[in-house]
């Protein structure tokens, strides 16, 4: 079988212990980070099977009218929204998606990471690296952690652990959200906002950890970014069009929040240094690093190099279309 893996982005596909089972097949390997489309066609054309790293990639109809050999394609993650399952069905392509083990998960990777975003903007560590590579001695004063109050909208798996950090950290800890959100914070002690407002207006740290789906696509407004305090840091680390599109650039631009910590973007791969928010002083951008880490991808690719073997048996796993096995 030929396998075509596109969007690995740091080479990490061919260095996990499971791909030596693939030694029987034709593996091809991309690492560029790319929006085109067209790119998509160049890499995967002439293959039986596409491996796709989470959601990186959009496969759209008019991408998959453009693959007539292709008859699987491998998703990594559980989210299948930057697919069209239908347009895969209607051509007889199989499409397998990722499952979460215990061994698995990204939740803690991207607590960590949002931790990381928080301590670095505070303490100014990117600016002060820099500044002391040129020559410099530090010049900023950072913000402590302890006493200070940290908001978690929506305590989720994710959200949890940041509270839990926070609360280690001598913190306060207020959070928001939905009822279930509301209900599990309570159930562990933690403290919810007396409203919408107080939550944003107090806070002097935000995470937050919304899904990204229809119900939540623009929920954090241009009104509660200027509810902030011009001293408060926002971090992001779910999905970007949790915000109200444009709104967190222009906040910042006002002054409130004064901070901000994104991993995430609307459109993503970002390259070319063209986002808006990478041209601001009081933004710290990542590109998106939140599961980015050693043991995640071993589970993923192990969980995708088994659905590939599986697909080459005959005898796919995970298939989220099991009405176009068989048929192509």
Known sequence: MKISVIHDYSDVFRTTKNFPQLSRHEVVVHNDAYTDPARVVEQVKGFDAVLLTQQRVPITRKIVEQLPGLKFICQTGRNVYHLDILACTDHGIVVSAGRLSSGNSPYSTTAELAWGLIISSLRKIPYEVERFKQGHWHSTVG????????????????????????????????????????????????????????????????????????????????????????????????????????????????????????????????????????????????????????????????????????????????VVNPEVVGKK
Not at 197 to 212: K, M, Q, R, T, V
Not at 266 to 282: F, I, R
Request: net charge neutral; with cysteine.
């Open 143 to 318: 913000t402590k952690l302890f006493g200070r109050t940290l908001g978690v909208y929506a305590f989720g798996h994710i959200g949890g652990a940041v509270a839990r950090v926070g609360k280690a950290f001598g913190m306060k800890v207020v959070c928001w959200g939905r009822e279930g959100s509301i209900a599990r914070a309570k159930a562990e002690g933690f403290e919810i906002a007396a409203s919408r407002e107080a939550f944003f207006e107090n806070a002097d740290i935000i995470s937050l950890h919304l899904p990204g789906n229809k119900a939540t696509r623009g929920i954090i407004t241009a009104a509660d970014l200027a509810r902030m305090k011009p001293t408060a840091l926002l971090v992001n680390t779910s999905r970007a069009p949790i915000i109200e599109e444009g709104a967190l650039a222009a906040a910042l631009q006002k002054g409130r929040p004064g901070f901000a910590a994104v991993d995430v973007y609307e459109d993503e791969p970002v390259t070319g240094a063209t986002h808006p928010l990478q041209k601001l002083s009081n933004a710290l951008c990542t590109p998106h690093l939140g599961y980015a880490e050693r043991s995640s991808y071993e589970g993923m690719y192990a969980t995708a190099i088994e659905q590939l073997l599986a697909f080459a048996d005959g005898k796919p796993v995970d």
